[in-house]
């Protein structure tokens, strides 16, 4: 582009908020998390990490854009934000961006932010963001495909993209579709419009292997011609309770063949909801099944991965729920490992007994109802680490587990940390010394995140839906806003 150099805001104000989640969003947990301010220096490289917005800042300087580093604040799942932290940290967006004086905007947001008094955040960040540069700048975000849309989410912004892959290693790849789109715009080259279309509410499903593999290689297809310049397929948010939950399809097009847009919409809503429809059953088998299933694979060199998806801290779960881990127990599991569960409490005091001890432990199920009851246990404590650190969504060994433990109850090894967060790797059971390999039932608290990294060891993979504020069953969640579709 010839003429003055562009100016391009990046900024990041993103949450998924579990409505039904024991653990409140404050302040303290942002600062713990991410929460870069614009123009200071010392959480800048922090923020660079995080996926999308470092992805974006590079994308801008590579290409010799002046690019402002705006607001980056995110923090782990949890329960709806108290109104005074969401207005702090969106007036802080918006102030960034009024200093700024861009002439494109690029923002990392979620899609699934709720706040007190505030159902639809990324639509109220979306408006004011619009009120504020006025109806020609060039706005555009990025959004987690687990994001619920909204017409004022569409109305207000240029352009809107969806990751298209779960587990999410698309962002880079997205957000920089995202900034071509906005550029071209700036340029007018484009007037991008978008169509969308509500699907049904659906749990995670997996974009890795069967047919949600082969739905998102099609939703490729549809993009760079016919006028569509990019095409989303939001999974939605299920514990994340609003009216507008659900799924969406969402079509960006440069208005030559709206009616074709219009079909691709439908087009793409229908094919969802049979492929999602096939793949739900398979997550709905309850903790006694799924332990028996382990049992009947005994013949297997390789452990059986079980995933506790229901008490997925990445999904907003407290992370300390006891119920397969008491299953184990009463079954009399042998060779077992499991991990990682959220209580600092007990980590200190195991740490503070040391490697060696035995001692009666409290473990987990402090939070609240839908962790269960806590366990207690005559606990052997064979490891003690502060500076363990686990694979991340990148692959790369960042993501610390603080003051980790791993004890021995009978057959059954537990990791008990003090860092709230799901099992990305195996790194979380090696790096206390625990040989997966010699283990033939691990259970991880994760969702779907956690395959990557276990698939090349593990003999079965199964996911199993324990009671939790993550359960599948949404027909047990205590639901006040949610509108199944007709
Ligand atoms: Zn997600």
Redesign the pocket.
């Known amino acids: 582009m010839s003429g003055p150099r562009l100016r391009v805001f990046v900024g990041s104000l993103s949450h ?1 908020t579990n409505s039904f989640s024991p653990i409140p969003t404050s302040l303290r947990a942002f600062e713990a998390d991410i929460l870069h301010r614009q123009g200071d220096a010392r959480t800048l490289s922090q923020a660079l990490t995080f996926p999308a917005y470092g992805d974006a800042v590079e994308l801008g300087e590579a290409r010799g854009h002046e690019v402002v580093a705006g607001l980056c604040a995110w923090t782990q799942p949890s329960g709806p934000l108290p109104r005074p932290v969401y207005e702090r940290l969106r007036s802080e967006l918006l102030e960034g961006i009024a200093a700024a004086r861009p002439d494109l905007i690029v923002l990392v947001l979620h899609g699934a932010m709720m706040a007190e008094g505030y159902d639809d955040c990324e639509g109220d960040i979306l408006a004011q963001v619009r009120d504020l540069v006025g109806a020609d700048m060039p706005v555009g975000a990025v959004l ?3 994001g619920n849309v909204t017409a004022q989410m569409i109305d207000s912004a240029t352009v809107l993209i969806g990751c298209k892959q ?1 587990p ?1 290693t698309d962002y880079r790849d997205r957000v920089g579709e995202l900034y071509d789109l906005l550029e071209r715009t700036r340029r007018d080259e484009i007037a991008p419009r978008t169509v969308y279309r509500r699907g049904p509410v659906v749990g995670p499903i997996g974009t890795t292997e069967g047919p949600m593999q082969t739905f998102v290689e099609g939703l490729f297809g549809h993009e760079g011609r016919d006028g569509v310049l990019s095409v989303s397929m939001m999974h939605g948010f299920p514990w994340s309770d609003s009216t507008h939950t659900g799924s969406a399809s969402l079509v960006v097009h440069d208005g030559s063949q709206p009616d074709l847009a219009d079909a691709t919409a439908d087009e793409m809503v229908r094919g969802f909801a049979e492929v999602s429809s096939g793949t739900a059953a398979g997550r709905m088998r309850g903790v006694e099944d799924v332990l028996a299933e382990a049992d009947q694979q005994l013949a297997n060199d390789r452990p059986i991965v079980i995933a506790d998806g229901a008490d997925n801290p990445g999904g907003g779960a407290a992370c300390d729920s006891t119920f397969i881990l008491r299953a184990l127990i009463e079954r009399g599991q042998t060779d077992a490992a499991l991990g990682m569960i959220w209580d600092p409490q007990a980590a200190l005091i195991a740490a503070d007994a040391g490697v060696g001890a035995h001692i009666p432990l409290r473990i987990g199920g402090k939070i609240g109802p839908m962790s269960g009851l806590p366990v207690d246990a005559e606990v052997e404590v064979i490891a003690v680490r502060e500076d363990g650190l686990q694979r991340g969504l990148t692959g790369k060994l960042s993501e610390p587990l603080g003051l980790a433990v791993a004890v021995r109850i009978g057959g059954i090894d537990v990791i008990i940390n003090s860092i709230r967060q799901q099992v990305f790797s195996p790194e979380c059971f090696t790096a206390m010394g625990i040989d997966l390999s010699e283990k033939r039932v691990v259970v991880v608290k994760s969702t779907q995140h956690f395959q990557a990294a276990f698939a090349p060891m593990a003999a079965a993979m199964i996911y199993c839906n324990a009671p939790g504020s993550l359960n599948m069953d949404l027909s047990t969640l205590p639901y006040r806003n949610l509108i199944l579709p007709a």
Do not use: A, Q, R
Request: glycine share 0%; hydrophobic share 15%; proline share 0%.
């Open positions: 998924e987690d495909l687990h779960y999410h």
